[in-house]
């Protein structure tokens, strides 16, 4: 018996001695930390010859892009796999493993074919897509059925329910991430988007073009309007995700611009709107006819530096991560939507009260934001004239006026 011990104790010990060691930066945001150690003791007991560590990196805005432009510099072996956002893939591809002649391993034909689409630099994969997040619109289910109204599906819509039932509730009508970040570059484009229009086709600027820019201003107008008429306070201008969640959460207001991971916070047992909140697509424009989502979220890729093994050993753990399986777990336990398209036919799927099914027909029509190896300055661009425009040191024609002209510049 002892010998039989010792000779189970010996094998251990080899394994662990010669397992595949690699890691994965993630952002410190303790559900999805929970989950990913979660996943990561599920998927050793599967590959005893690989380890995984998570390398914990900042979550607040701007710290993580840096961190990456760090990884760049530095040329670093660690982490193995890295956990980017989508618009950051062409900006760091020169710096990422091409994974093109994985993509049967990687199942890619079944994923959405948007997430695939911002994955490929030319004829290159450099990331897998590991789920999808987006703006939305939250609403107070109980106000709006109070006083006998829809959930709005234009803007025109919102501002009228929202300067009603603010004033006889005496709460906020609408409230979004107005502070100057990425976010706020987020809801831009959403505003920009439901007016029909895009700021490139392909590699070609459009911004430029005088309808675009037309109803650019328009849509600028309309963000600026919200403060203007008093539906949005003026402090939205230093409020992040969280701001907007806590205030809405303590019933400040009757609809909320913000992205998926509110969901569930908003239904916990100890929230006092439990029950009380729907999600719906932001509204639209005339210009335009069908409800859509802007894509956002993270993609997994692999850092070349490192050995062949490890390269090897973190295709496994991105396809463990990306399999239907765990696909379903993280929309069940975090909210977020799943990059592989036919889960989304799965009725017996639902996360916290959200039916899978309803964002079907939203997957068919994601908006991508521009694909750039210099996208970062281009949202800078975006949220520093946005910012001032909302903030009235710029008018919505001028703001519109540097975008343009700062964006022409920078890809001259």
Known sequence: MKKV??????????????????????????????????????????????????FEIPSYPGSTYKFYGTFVVTKANKPTILSLDF??????????????KDSEYFELEKFIPATIEMVKVGENIKAIPYFMDAGVLYYRKDLLEKYNYNVPKTWEELIKIAKDISQKENIDGFIWQGARYEELTNFFFEILYSYGVDIFKGNKFVLNEPENKRKAIEALTLMKSFIDSGITRK????????????????????????????????????????????????????????????????VLSINPNVTPEEIAAAKKFINFLTSEESQIQVFSDLNFLPVRLYIYENSQISGNNIDLKDFKHLTENLKLKPKSAIYSEISFVIQNNVYDCITGRLTPEKAIDNIVSEINFLIR
Do not use: H
């Open 235 to 298: 402090g939205v201008t230093t409020y992040w995700e969280e701001d907007c969640r806590l205030s809405f959460q303590n019933g400040e207001a009757l609809f909320m611009r913000n992205s998926l991971y509110a969901w569930p916070l908003l239904n916990s047992d100890d929230s006092p709107l439990k029950g009380l909140v729907g999600i719906a697509p932001l509204p639209i424009s005339k210009y335009i006819n069908d409800p859509f989502l802007v894509l956002d979220g993270k």
């Open 87 to 100: 618009s950051w893939v062409e900006e760091f591809s020169p710096f990422l493993v091409d994974l093109e």
């Open 5 to 54: 011990f010792l000779l189970l104790l010996l094998t251990c010990v080899t394994i662990n001695l010669f397992a595949v060691k690699i890691s994965i930066a993630y952002e410190s945001i303790e559900k999805q930390l929970l989950m990913l150690n979660a996943k990561i003791v599920e998927f050793e007991a599967q590959n005893p010859d690989i380890e995984v560590e998570v």
